[in-house]
């Protein structure tokens, strides 16, 4: 019988990332957390998991290094494809905290309803950009979209 298919801990290389800011640097560890309580994670050749997820980049282009037990493999995809998406959910999420303080329900209710939509679209672009390399459901895409958003903002 193999083991579960899902990430048991994710690294984020410092090293090869933009500097985050404090904020930031939260932001990664609550959509780390949040990936690693809950996800499916199928690397297309595994037998079985639990696997580890190390981010960097490579030339301008997000990694993607995936070990298992018996199974590693790297993944490079380039994000330009979902540049739009990352920059727009960006500035949805600055305008949702800003209605947050200060904004009737209504608004803060349209403006949510827009993040989420964007929200979705970033994870089925991701979820896109890995397939035929990595299967994973839609709730894990979106944790994952999370966490690539945090990955890239800049302060």
């Known amino acids: 019988m193999s083991a579960p298919h899902k990430l048991s801990s994710i690294e984020i290389d410092a090293a090869t990332l933009p500097a985050p800011t404090a904020e930031i640097e939260h932001q990664r560890r609550v959509a780390i957390f949040d990936l690693v ?82 929200h979705n679209e970033g994870a089925e672009l991701l979820k896109g950009r890995l397939e035929g390399k990595v299967e994973m459901d839609k709730e894990t895409a979106r944790r994952l979209f999370t966490l690539v958003c945090a990955v890239y903002r800049r302060g």
Do not use: W
């Open 37 to 118: 309580e809950a996800n499916s994670f199928t690397p297309e050749g595994a037998e079985g998991g639990p696997y580890t997820l190390r981010l960097s980049s490579q030339d301008n282009r997000l990694a993607f290094d995936i070990a298992g037990p018996d199974f590693a493999r790297t993944h490079v995809l380039s994000l330009s494809p979902m540049k739009t998406v990352i920059r727009d959910y960006a500035l949805i999420c600055e305008s949702y905290y800003e209605a947050l303080r200060g904004s009737s329900p209504s608004q803060i209710e349209s403006v949510d309803m827009g993040r989420r939509g964007l």
